[in-house]
Every structure is written in structure tokens, then in C-alpha cells.
């Protein structure tokens, strides 16, 4: 590794890290132009640290003017060259925030871009990991790599109500826009973070607690069962591999299978998580289609969350164990 690609890369560390202080700290207003322009600069250095590598240190520098390095824009042209990549569509997005926070940005922009920020951190480390064999949970814990989400949604009459016919016309096109993206796309062009309050009489079940007020001028709608499976449960079992496996790399976690360690976690071995702990069974894991004689399954971010955290109690025994204990129930 060449003395510049060391420096690029220790820069781009440090703004990955500022990037997400700046958002997660409380008393800072500025947090989503800051992120913006911290993630941003994060990312250029280490694609810029990447196309050295690859193609060698002039390729980061303009042709016609080589004492000029090419812009941030230009660099995931050269490395991510699908232009319906997910991933690079995220970036775009939030390059096209960093150029308009220098001009105006309201509060409101963080309703509609932190379900990007929150993929662009995840793909971040991926790509790090992948180009430059670096885990970026050795400067961060992985726990501070979730964003903390304060906001409510978007609600267009406030919207109307606080700014101008122009600039809120504005925003709510361009959440609009977001939206659709995103429902056509996967977790790499967005993360969609929501808030579900169902009712429990079991208290270990609840990650927080609320109370009846009869006098509350505000309304809350009572969820009795997941309405959009679509949302919520958007993995197919082949996604729920690549997502599992994806993860199993960048946490460097040594599994084994039959004394051998595994290459990659397919079908099999989910099946073998699925017996055992009955996920087709939990609404929070797994939704049943049932339109046609046969079922089809979707998964919810949870079940894979689920599947790594039992991988990590046991990575070295967990499928044989989980094979065997299989037989034994059929």
C-alpha cells in the first residue's frame, strides 16, 4: 500500500466516524448537513484510495488538468459503473443533499434522508471491508453504527403549514420521490426505520412502555398484525443468505460445518435455522403468502438478526448442533 493510499484512508476513517458523532450528538442542529458532508468526504477518499490500487494513481487526477483530483461524482462512476446500482443511487441522493445544504435545507430533510444515511453507513463499511480488508468496527462499535432516529413522519399538512407553497412543494416532491425509489430498490439504497407499538400483557416482550391518558388530544392507531408485509418483511430466502453471509464476513465470524469452514451460508443452512427455531411460525420473523396453493415466504430484518446472534454464541458447533437436533424431531 502506497503512502498516499495510508493517507487517504486514515482521512476517510476519521470522517466516517465524525460523520456519525455529528448525527448522533443531541445538541447539534447542523447534524444532516454535517453527516451529508462528512459521509460524503469519507467515501472519496476511500474510492479515490481504491482506484490507486486498482488503476493506478493517475486515474484519480483530470486528464486535462492533472493537478486536479476528480470529484466524488466521477469516482463512483468509475467504480460502482451501474448506474441502477442501488447503492450508487443512494450516494447520488445524498450528494445531491450535500450541494443543497449549502444553499437551504430545512429540518424537515432529515424525515425523508435517514433511511439513505443509515444504508450509506452499512454499505460504507461493507466497501471498506471489501476494497481495503478493513473492519470499521475496530474505530466504532457496530452498536453506534445504527443511527439514532428521533424524527416523526412526514406529515405534508404541517409541512404546508411552516413553509412556503414553493419550498414545500419542494420537499414533499422530493419525498415522494425518495419513496418510490425505495420501494423499488432493497436495504442498500435505503433503511426504513419505523416505530410499531402493539399491545402486550407481557412486559418482557416490550423494548418500551406507554400508558392510557383519556384526556390526550392525540390519537394512536391500535396494530393487531403486520398491514405491509411488503415493508416489513422484504427479504426472500435468497436475500436472507446474501444478507446473513454479508454479515458473517464483515464480522470476521470463523463457522464451521462438519469440522470444515463454511464457504458461504446457502438455503441448506437456513432451512436448518428455520426447522429448529420455527421461524416460518413468528409474524416478527417471517410472513405466509398464501394466494396460491403453494405458500411463499418473506423475512423481516429481525429473523436476520435473529440467525447471527445465535451464529455467535456457537460459530464453530451451531449448524452441526442444530442438524442433529433436527433429526432428532423428525
Known amino acids: 500500500m502506497s503512502s498516499l493510499t495510508e493517507k487517504l484512508l486514515e482521512k476517510s476513517k476519521e470522517a466516517f466516524v465524525l460523520a456519525i458523532e455529528i448525527y448522533n450528538k443531541p445538541t447539534i442542529r447542523y447534524r444532516v448537513e454535517g453527516f451529508a458532508f462528512f459521509i460524503c468526504n469519507a467515501w472519496e477518499l476511500m474510492l479515490k484510495a481504491h482506484i490507486i490500487n486498482k488503476f493506478g494513481e493517475s486515474e484519480i487526477y483530470y486528464k486535462d488538468n492533472p493537478e486536479r483530483t476528480k470529484t466524488l461524482e466521477n ?125 402486550t400483557k407481557d412486559k418482557t416482550k416490550a423494548t418500551d412502555s406507554v400508558f392510557i391518558d383519556k384526556n390526550a388530544t392525540t390519537g394512536i392507531k391500535i396494530v393487531k398484525e403486520l398491514k405491509d408485509p411488503n415493508e416489513t418483511h422484504r427479504y426472500t430466502s435468497k436475500k436472507v443468505c446474501i444478507e446473513v453471509a454479508k454479515r458473517i464476513e464483515r464480522e470476521k465470524l470463523n463457522i464451521l460445518y462438519k469440522g470444515e469452514k463454511l464457504r458461504t451460508f446457502n438455503m441448506y443452512h437456513l432451512g436448518l435455522f428455520s426447522k429448529y427455531y420455527k421461524i416460518k411460525d413468528n409474524p416478527k420473523w417471517c410472513y405466509v403468502y398464501k394466494v396460491n396453493t403453494t405458500p411463499t415466504y418473506s423475512y423481516s430484518q429481525q429473523a436476520i438478526d435473529f440467525i447471527i446472534e445465535e451464529i455467535k454464541k456457537d460459530p464453530e458447533n451451531i449448524l452441526d448442533k442444530l442438524k442433529e437436533k433436527g433429526q432428532k424431531k423428525s
Open 75 to 199: 469516482c463512483i462512476k468509475i467504480v460502482f459503473t451501474n448506474d441502477k446500482d442501488p447503492l450508487r443511487m443512494n450516494l447520488e441522493k445524498i450528494i445531491e443533499l450535500r450541494n443543497t445544504s449549502t444553499h437551504f435545507i430545512t429540518e424537515e430533510y432529515e424525515m425523508v434522508y435517514v433511511p439513505l444515511f443509515q444504508s450509506c453507513i452499512f454499505n460504507f463499511s461493507e466497501k471498506m471491508l471489501q476494497f481495503h480488508d478493513f473492519d470499521v468496527t475496530k474505530l466504532i462499535s457496530l452498536n453506534f453504527l445504527n443511527l439514532v432516529v428521533k424524527e416523526k413522519a412526514l406529515d405534508e399538512n404541517e409541512v404546508r403549514a411552516k413553509y412556503s407553497e414553493q419550498i414545500a412543494d419542494k420537499l414533499l416532491s422530493l419525498n415522494t420521490k425518495i419513496s418510490k425509489i425505495s420501494s423499488e430498490s432493497n436495504s442498500t439504497f435505503s433503511i426504513r426505520i419505523e416505530h410499531d407499538f402493539y399491545i
